[in-house]
């Protein structure tokens, strides 16, 4: 049991050293993650203000799931588009805080806020959202937020 516990040690000290002796000369196939994807949440930004949800809805891979607080996921651009039609006077505005990326897959992590037409605070929150290289450039694959103002009183 003894050297078990040593040779599992000794595979994970070496586990390090190995990845160190890889070759970095190549520029890493991710480096255009992070402003790629902020560019696309811009564009998403704009198709919500603008209140195009097929536009917004193609941002999103084909089979995509968007979990939004207090209703059902929505899965796929059609049942996406349709989830968020009919909002009306309600503007988006996104900010891409980190992405974490890696060969082809991306973790986008950032905030919301809403305001009215007018300029009033709606509501606010976070997001994380997974997105793919595609043939068509970077797409989300997942996309779920929260508010950060909580669940409104009982009785209001």
């Avoid at 949440?41 to 203000?49: D, Q, T």
């Avoid at 209703?71 to 059609?78: H, L, N, Y």
């Avoid at 305001?115 to 997974?130: K, P, S």
């Amino acid at each position: 049991m003894r050297s078990s516990h040593l040779c599992m040690a000794a595979m994970l000290l070496a586990m390090p050293a190995t990845l160190l002796a890889q070759d970095y000369d190549e520029e890493p196939k991710h480096t255009d993650a992070h402003a790629a994807i902020a560019e696309a949440a811009e564009a998403m930004e704009a198709s919500w203000n603008a209140h195009d949800w097929v536009a917004v809805a193609e941002v999103y891979t084909e089979d995509a799931i968007v979990m939004p607080p207090g209703v059902e996921a929505a899965q796929g651009r059609e049942a996406i588009a349709a989830l968020f039609e009919g909002i009306e006077g309600v503007n988006l505005d996104l900010q891409t805080e980190e992405v974490f990326a890696v060969e082809g897959a991306a973790l986008e992590v950032g905030s919301w806020v809403m305001t009215a037409d007018d300029g009033t605070h709606l509501d606010h929150g976070d997001y994380m959202a997974a997105w793919t290289r595609t043939d068509d450039g970077w797409k989300m694959a997942r996309d779920m937020w929260n508010s950060n103002m909580g669940p409104p009183s009982a009785g209001n």
